[in-house]
């Protein structure tokens, strides 16, 4: 079975597929706010842990040496997929790529789109909020979208617990969902929650990002999950080539329903009473932004939650079954390799890319299992890579 597409053969392939409409929406493209700090991670107990841990993968990544194959050029816009609290695998990551100098920062050479999932499974979430306000504060140009692990901060019941229910897709068995942080959070009086919403409400969390690739003359198209023509018509969006207006559009509603959220969670932090099923009623009443959504099959089918990459035998497809909106290069978050039956010899390090059914979109799953494979005591990682 065919496993994915060579890189340079998909941007071939789908430069012929491009519309002049699709190319003539870039030449007016809105301007996208980039992240804005987390301010409870500047505690000065959450500094000093990371930079006690700072200081020990300096030493450690003196015997990594950088693999001269993955280094980006310089301007180059740099998806980073799901962290889930493993600020380790993630800084090595950085540094094998070329992307961190010598103080272990981003190089401002380039555009960097985290595509969401911060939280969870690991340990070190507070560190990468610290880590990350750095790099906002020293100038490093950083776009953050929502995964719909950000999403969970909101999607609980009355008593603040997790109410999103999956299911094994081979047994049906319900699958727990690792909600570290938010216990952590219910016990700091939701502090977490109440930023995450901030950032919402004023734009610097996003929904999605899009740029024209210039080298190609491809539209590229950043989300957690993969985007579908389902989420166009739920945006209002008529022709499924008009990918800027998409993005335009998700980015207003998640704002605009994230506003009415944080106004309503602080009305609540203010009384002390916190019911987030009616906090979060906004947002999960949209139906782009509604995680709990299931298509007539009862699969999962809501933006920020579809599962992607995978078939119903957790083996690698060759396609795409949804229809996707043409001409577009998607690069996207949400999946992890291990979920993946890789064949013998496969590069860890080829990005995979599907195809949709017509040929003429395609979607790039990062092809890292950042936060998914850490060890909990040592700075020992898996081989990775975040190449474009």
């Known amino acids: 079975m065919r496993i994915g597409f060579d890189y340079n053969l998909a941007i ?25 700090p987390l301010i409870y991670a500047n505690d000065i107990e959450i500094a000093d842990k990371a930079e006690m841990l700072l200081v020990s993968l300096a030493q450690h990544l003196k015997v990594i040496e950088p693999d001269k194959k993955l280094f980006f050029n310089n301007g180059d816009t740099i998806a980073v997929p799901d962290i889930h609290r493993d600020f380790v695998h993630l800084i090595i990551t950085l540094h094998r790529h070329g992307l961190l100098d010598e103080k272990l920062s981003l190089k ?15 340990k070190d979430s507070d560190i990468v909020d610290y880590w990350l306000n750095k790099q906002i504060a020293n100038g490093a140009k950083i776009h953050r979208i929502a995964g719909n692990h950000e999403l969970f901060f909101i999607a609980r019941d009355k008593n603040g617990n997790l109410r ?103 009305d609540s932090k203010q009384r002390d009473k916190f019911d987030f099923q009616e906090i979060a009623e906004p947002l999960f009443s949209d139906p782009l932004f ?27 497809t060759s396609e795409i079954k949804d229809k996707l909106p043409y001409g577009i290069y998607q690069i996207v978050g949400h999946i992890r390799v291990p979920d993946f039956d890789l064949p013998q010899g496969q590069e860890t390090n080829r990005p995979l890319i599907l195809p949709s059914n017509s040929g003429r979109a395609f979607v790039q799953f990062t092809d890292v299992a950042i936060g998914q494979n850490y060890k909990e005591n040592d700075l020992e990682r898996p081989e990775v890579s975040i190449q474009p």
Do not use: C, W
């Open 12 to 36: 071939s392939k789908l430069s012929s597929s491009i519309s002049k409409r699709t190319l003539e929406q870039y030449k007016s493209i809105p301007t996208f706010k980039t992240a804005s």
């Open 290 to 316: 509604n995680i709990f959504h299931r298509d007539e099959n009862k699969r999962v089918d809501a933006f920020f939650m579809r599962v992607t990459g995978v078939n119903r035998n957790l083996k690698i």
């Open 164 to 266: 999103v229910k999956l299911r094994h897709p081979i047994t049906g068995q319900e699958i727990s969902i690792s909600a570290n942080d938010l216990k952590r959070d219910a016990q700091n009086g939701y502090l977490l929650t109440e930023e995450l919403l901030k950032s919402i409400s004023d734009g610097t969390l996003l929904g999605a990002y899009t740029f024209l690739d210039v080298k190609n003359n491809v539209p590229r198209l950043y989300a957690h999950t993969f985007v579908t023509n389902n989420d166009f018509e739920r945006a209002g969006i008529q022709n499924n080539e008009e990918v800027v207006s998409f993005v335009s559009s998700v980015n207003e509603r998640f704002q605009s329903q994230g506003q009415e959220v944080y106004k309503r969670f602080i």
């Open 108 to 122: 401002k050479d380039f555009t960097y789109v985290f595509l969401g999932d911060f939280y969870n499974h690991g």
